[in-house]
């Protein structure tokens, strides 16, 4: 009881200080599994360490590939990459790479390939636990240090996004000895685990200097950073994981600013900006956020595709989005956005039909009995589905959903958890019994390899790598994301993406429901924050975020 008392008397006290001049308080509606830089996938992860950490390349709002710890993005128009033959005699490319000069870690260490090696030893052991694209991470097969600021990687294969693939760093001076020691157990032994305010772990504008788990993370200026000096001195994460309650956290002025990346639903701002644009400003942005169900196909109804098929016409999703997000969130058909430039309109789209659904499960062998449907042995069509816990707008859908199904006889139990379990445990060991509703953050032309891949099953024999939570096993599949990362010629590559999403849509490995539009809520005196629209969050650029007239 003394812990918990200490801890909201510790988050009171960070709430005030949030109203000083230059500190800054977000408010998150998840807290993350851990802060690692290459192991944890989740949205607050990236959030929180967008303000502290600094990858080799991301990209920026324009859509494309730029360096933040490199000289020049490598490209085969400008010398740094070229297309080399393998020992195999298969085609790869070999991309050199230059660090800038004013790099140092948070406590005074300056950042070298040392620190390249070591993020490319972690990103490809397989020893290493919950490495998220840990087979598509090995197709830089070597990296080659050529002196403390140049290294060379060479990819097993000409990937088309080999732009992306250059390893990040990880602080070698600290980090190294820890990972040698022991892979397998490194994700729970790594000090951005046991002591994550260690100011040597970060290289961004700031680092991490209070930590309160489920509660609030602190971070204040890091004074080893040489790039633009951030406005604010101290940034305030406070996890609210009830969106309800996050309403009343940023009104009562404990929270400054909710970022669209994991903040209110849709329907949430638009109802708070009708009440408060007086003080708030609300700015939506559509990003390339899929919000779908994954299917479990260990589950013996969803392993049989008519049953996938028969959901999709139960939805009446258009009604659905109209209802709740007041049509700002469009429906989805596959799973690429219409925004991206691989987007293909002509796939199967599965309008609202109960008729077409039931008659559907009848095929795959289904009769209605007392109002539920049953298959032939005698098991009721019953579906668990789960969700973040205290997200109110999936709430909601889960209700309607629940509701539209019933019509088909299907029956739907909620079942939800909180973030970091659902995210942490939940899925990464596929231990949802059968549909799980949360959306990917896809990067502009991004092939769902890790998502969809028969080899990115997650799974004990391979330390739970990978992201293919659904189980999908299709050869036909496999084949098209492999072509993918190999064609080089842009038509011709945009034509495989065509076949992978009618197939997609056809074989629903997941449901599509939505692409999701952000809604960030911040206070007039708040400039400077530009929403990017893909899986790189806007924290990236938080040096350029500003007060004005506060």
């Not at 990296?143 to 992306?164: G, P, W």
């Not at 820890?178 to 490194?186: G, K, L, V």
């Not at 959306?439 to 991004?446: F, G, H, K, R, T």
Request: net charge negative; with cysteine.
């Amino acid at each position: 009881m003394k812990k918990t008392l200490l801890a909201v008397a510790l988050s009171s006290s960070l709430l005030s200080a949030a109203t000083i001049a230059n500190d800054l308080s977000l408010g998150i509606t998840q807290f993350p599994s851990n802060l690692h830089p290459v192991i944890d996938s989740m949205t607050a992860n990236s959030l929180i360490m967008g303000t502290a950490f600094r990858d080799m390349v991301a990209y920026n709002h324009d859509w494309q590939s730029f360096c933040m710890l490199c000289t020049e993005t490598p490209a085969l128009d400008n010398g740094r990459a070229e297309k080399y033959t393998r020992e195999d005699g298969t085609l790869g490319i070999k991309l050199t790479v230059e660090l800038k000069d004013d790099l140092y870690w948070g406590d005074g260490t300056p950042i070298t390939t040392k620190d390249v090696l070591l993020s490319h030893a972690v990103l490809t052991d397989p020893n290493v636990k919950g490495i998220p694209g840990l087979e598509s991470n090995r197709i830089m097969e070597k990296v080659v240090a050529l002196d403390d600021k140049t290294f060379e990687v060479y990819l097993n294969k000409a990937h088309f996004k080999y732009r992306d693939y250059v390893p990040s760093v990880l602080p070698a001076h600290l980090e190294e000895a820890i990972y040698r020691e022991d892979p397998t157990t490194y994700d729970r032994r790594t000090l951005y685990v046991t002591q994550p305010t260690h100011p040597g772990l970060y290289n961004g504008p700031f680092r991490i200097t209070q930590i309160s788990q489920g509660s609030f993370i602190t971070l204040e200026r890091n004074s080893h950073w040489k790039g633009q000096a951030p406005d604010f001195n101290r940034l305030i994460f406070k996890v609210v994981e009830n969106t309800a309650a996050l309403e009343a956290h940023l009104l009562s002025g404990s929270v400054d600013y909710v970022p669209g990346e994991l903040g209110f639903s849709i329907e949430q701002a638009l109802q708070f900006e009708k009440r408060h644009a007086n003080r708030f400003t609300v700015e939506y942005a559509p990003g390339l956020l899929y919000e779908h169900l994954d299917t479990q196909m260990d589950n013996p109804h969803l392993a049989i595709r008519e049953v996938r098929q028969a959901l999709m016409y139960g939805m009446n999703r258009e009604e659905l989005v109209n209802r709740l997000f007041e049509g700002r969130q469009p429906v989805a058909h596959s799973n690429v956005h219409p925004l991206d430039v691989t987007f293909f309109d002509g796939v199967h789209q599965y309008q609202y039909d109960p008729v077409k659904a039931r008659q559907l499960l009848e095929k795959a062998g289904y009769t209605l009995r007392n109002n539920v449907m049953v298959d032939k042995e005698g098991r009721p069509l019953q579906l668990e589905l789960m969700t973040t816990a205290g997200n109110r707008s999936r709430e909601l859908v889960q209700q309607v959903l629940q509701s539209q199904w019933r019509q088909i006889g299907v029956r739907v139990q909620i079942n939800n958890q909180p973030a970091r379990v659902f995210f942490g445990e939940t899925l990464n060991q596929r231990k949802h019994q059968a549909l799980a509703m949360f959306a990917w953050a896809s990067a502009p032309e991004s092939p769902p390899l890790t998502t969809l891949h028969s080899a990115q099953i997650p799974s004990a024999e391979n330390n739970w790598a990978g992201q293919n939570y659904i189980g999908y096993n299709n050869p036909e599949m496999d084949a098209l994301l492999e072509k993918i990362e190999v064609e080089l010629d842009d038509e011709a590559r945009h034509q495989l993406f065509h076949k992978m999403q009618s197939l997609y849509a056809e074989d629903l490995p997941a449901l599509p429901l939505y692409f999701r539009s952000d809604s960030y809520v911040m206070p007039k005196w708040l400039k400077g924050v530009r929403p990017t629209g893909h899986k790189y969050p806007s924290t990236l650029w938080v040096e350029e975020w500003r007060k004005d007239g506060a």
